[in-house]
């Protein structure tokens, strides 16, 4: 599932989260996690660890068409 590196990103800065405590928070690995952002791209419950961890709706960091079920 793709994700927006830049809204990750700008919400982790916001809520002053480094990738080791957000790492953390998820319970991952800070080194899986920083591959993880720089591509852009995980599996669906990567990123809804990710946006629970961030405190947001999936649907604000990932990337709509990967949320429609057809």
């Not at 995980?42 to 649907?59: D, G, M, P, Q, R």
């Amino acid at each position: 599932m793709k994700f927006n590196i830049f809204k990750t990103k700008k919400l982790m800065a916001e809520k002053n989260l480094t990738n080791k405590k957000l790492a953390e928070l998820m319970g991952v690995s800070p080194q899986w996690l920083g591959i993880v952002l720089k591509r852009g791209y995980a599996t669906f419950n990567y990123v809804n660890k990710l946006s629970k961890a961030l405190k947001v709706k999936i649907e604000d960091i990932g990337e709509i068409e990967d949320l429609i079920w057809t």
